[in-house]
C-alpha cells in the first residue's frame, strides 16, 4: 500500500512568487491535512480537507490556501511569498476528519525562500 | 501559555533506561496524538488516544482525560528511539495544537 506522497520534496522561490504543493494521500483516506514546520514556531496547523470541504483552517493568512480534488489528492497554495514562509510543509491523510484518525505523514516539501 | 505544554524540552538517557516523556493541555480535546520525527524531517504517528492507555512493542501512551495530561513510555530504551517526540492534540473545532517536542538521546 502506497504511502502519502508530496511533491516536490524541495523547492527554492524568490518573494513575491507563488508556490503550489501537492499532496496524495494513502489510497481510501478522504481526510488530508497540512502544517508548517519552522525552527521558530515548531509545527502548526494549516487546513484540513475531508470529501473536498475545507473542514478548518489554523491561524495563517489568506495567502495561504488550498483545495482537494475529488480523488482525494490535495494542494496548498501560498502567494507573494515571504521569507519566513521558508519552512517545512508536511502533509497527512487518515480516514477520519478532525485531525481525530492515526494520522499518516508525508515526506515534506521544503521549501526556501530566497 | 501555549495550549500544549511538554517535558523535558530534552532528554539523555543510557541504553536500556526506562524514559517518560510528559504532555499536558489545557483545552478539550478530541483525540491525542504522539509522533516522532527523526533528523531529515519525516514523521510517523507512535499513538492516538482519546482515553486510557495503548501499548505497541517498547512504547506505551496514557491519558488522562480528567486532569489533561498523557505521557510517553519508552521500556529499555535503544540509540535508534533517538528522535523528536511531539505532542499533538486534536481540539473539538478541528484545529490542532503541537507542543514543542522533546529531543531524546540514546547513548550506547
Known amino acids: 500500500k502506497a504511502g502519502v506522497t508530496q511533491t516536490p520534496r524541495y523547492l527554492i522561490k524568490t518573494r513575491g512568487q507563488q508556490v503550489t504543493l501537492s499532496c496524495s494521500p494513502i489510497?481510501?483516506?478522504?481526510?488530508v491535512s497540512w502544517y508548517q514546520q519552522t525552527p521558530g514556531q515548531g509545527l502548526q496547523f494549516l487546513f484540513e480537507y475531508f470529501s473536498e470541504t475545507q473542514r478548518n483552517k489554523g491561524n495563517f493568512p489568506g495567502r495561504f490556501s488550498g483545495r482537494q480534488f475529488s480523488n482525494s489528492r490535495s494542494e496548498m497554495n501560498v502567494s507573494t511569498l515571504e521569507l519566513g514562509d521558508s519552512a517545512l510543509y508536511l502533509c497527512?491523510?487518515?480516514?477520519?476528519?478532525?485531525?481525530?484518525?492515526?494520522?499518516?505523514f508525508g515526506e515534506g516539501s521544503r521549501l526556501t525562500v530566497l | 501559555k501555549n495550549e500544549v505544554e511538554q517535558s523535558p524540552q530534552n532528554l539523555t538517557a543510557q541504553e536500556g533506561e526506562f524514559i517518560t516523556i510528559n504532555c499536558s493541555y489545557s483545552v478539550g480535546i478530541s483525540a491525542l496524538h504522539w509522533l516522532q520525527q527523526h533528523p531529515g524531517g519525516g514523521i510517523v504517528s507512535l499513538f492516538m488516544l482519546s482515553s486510557g492507555k495503548k501499548k505497541h512493542g517498547r512504547l506505551i501512551a496514557t491519558i488522562n482525560i480528567q486532569e489533561k495530561h498523557s505521557s510517553l513510555h519508552i521500556t529499555a530504551s535503544h540509540p535508534r528511539d533517538s528522535a523528536v517526540y511531539i505532542c499533538?492534540?486534536?481540539?473539538?473545532?478541528?484545529?490542532?495544537?503541537f507542543g514543542a517536542g522533546t529531543r531524546l538521546t540514546v547513548k550506547p
Open positions: 499533538a492534540v486534536a481540539r473539538w473545532d478541528n484545529d490542532m495544537r
Open positions: 489510497s481510501g483516506h478522504r481526510s
Open positions: 497527512a491523510s487518515s480516514l477520519k476528519s478532525g485531525n481525530a484518525g492515526e494520522l499518516f
